[in-house]
Every structure is written in structure tokens, then in C-alpha cells.
Nanobody
Framework: QVQLVESGGGLVQAGGSLKLSCAAS????????MAWYRQAPGKQRELVAD???????NYADSVKGRFTISRDNAKNTVYLQMNSLKSEDTAVYYC???????????????WGQGTQVTVSS
């Protein structure tokens, strides 16, 4: 099993920046895609950004030009740099990793515990 530990959330003023990190740990595993989702109160969880094993990225329209997703494969870590934050970015942010063991061809997802991001206006 792969465990995910997130960090970097907090309270920031509108226009400010935060950087989230999510580190995956376990044994004998290989990661495919990595992603960040968020869930605001009373709303469904939504995809913020994802990045493939080859580095291709995809962003929600609402964050394009402001957020940047990146990964460090040597550290099994995914990052989300968030700039020009708005009050509507306030949510719990969840890391998602799709992985498989070296002994299997089946991929499965794991989720982080979530980290709160609050943007004050």
C-alpha cells in the first residue's frame, strides 16, 4: 500500500501564494499519474490539476495561469504552486496518486488526508 502525506496548506490573503506538497511512501511501487483535487464546503470534489509520468499536465480552467503542478520522481513527490490566490480557491486540497506494485500490472488510486487552504479577501 502507498501512503500519502500532504503539507503546505494554511491561511493566506487574496493575491498571495502557497505551495502544497504530497509525498508518497511504501515499498516496491511505481507511480503513474499524480493529481490535486479540492473540495469546498457544500460542493463536490473537483480536479485542480494532474501530471502524467512523462510530465504532461492538465489544469482546471479556473486555475490556469495561476497554479503549477510539478513532480519529483526521485522523491515520489508532487507539488502544487498556487499564485494569485482568490477567495474561491478556499477548499480542502487532496493529493491523488495512481500506482501499482512491481509485481502487478493493475493500477490503483490512493488519496491523501487533505490539507486546508483558506484565502481571505
Amino acid at each position: 500500500q502507498v501512503q500519502l502525506v500532504e503539507s503546505g496548506g494554511g491561511l493566506v490573503q487574496a493575491g498571495g501564494s502557497l505551495k502544497l506538497s504530497c509525498a508518497a511512501s511504501g515499498s516496491a511501487f511505481s507511480i503513474d499519474s499524480m493529481a490535486w483535487y479540492r473540495q469546498a464546503p457544500g460542493k463536490q470534489r473537483e480536479l485542480v490539476a494532474d501530471i502524467t509520468s512523462s510530465g504532461s499536465t492538465n489544469y482546471a480552467d479556473s486555475v490556469k495561469g495561476r497554479f503549477t503542478i510539478s513532480r519529483d520522481n526521485a522523491k515520489n513527490t508532487v507539488y502544487l504552486q498556487m499564485n494569485s490566490l482568490k477567495s474561491e480557491d478556499t477548499a480542502v486540497y487532496y493529493c491523488n496518486v495512481v500506482w501499482r506494485t512491481y509485481y502487478s500490472t493493475s493500477y490503483r488510486p490512493s488519496w491523501g488526508q487533505g490539507t486546508q487552504v483558506t484565502v481571505s479577501s
